[in-house]
């Protein structure tokens, strides 16, 4: 079961990376230089990471009975750049630690 969860982990970090690439990096490069390449790049990346996210959330949560609330704080923390960080290091990581 532990394993689920660090995959979870791990899918989780990377989508955050994606996403601060994708806002910080990509999207300026698309709309200051006008080169889209970074958008249709990370965009893709972030996409497949998001949908894995959202797939291994259902998995680990099942395993784990989460609530409602925590598949909408997960959902949440998929949406908004960056907190899928705060996501692990508040609940996941204490949640692998038991």
Known sequence: MKDTLNTFRKIAFWEGVSALILFIVAMP????????????????????LVVLFLLFMVIVGTKY????????????????P?????????????????
């Open 29 to 48: 490069m698309k709309y200051v230089f006008d080169m889209e390449i970074g958008v249709k790049i990370f965009g893709n990346i972030h996409g497949f």
């Open 82 to 98: 960056g907190a899928t960080f705060v996501l692990d290091s508040k609940f996941l990581k204490p949640l692998s630690l038991k």
């Open 65 to 80: 009975k989460w609530s409602m609330g925590v598949y909408v704080v997960c959902i949440v923390a998929s949406i908004i």
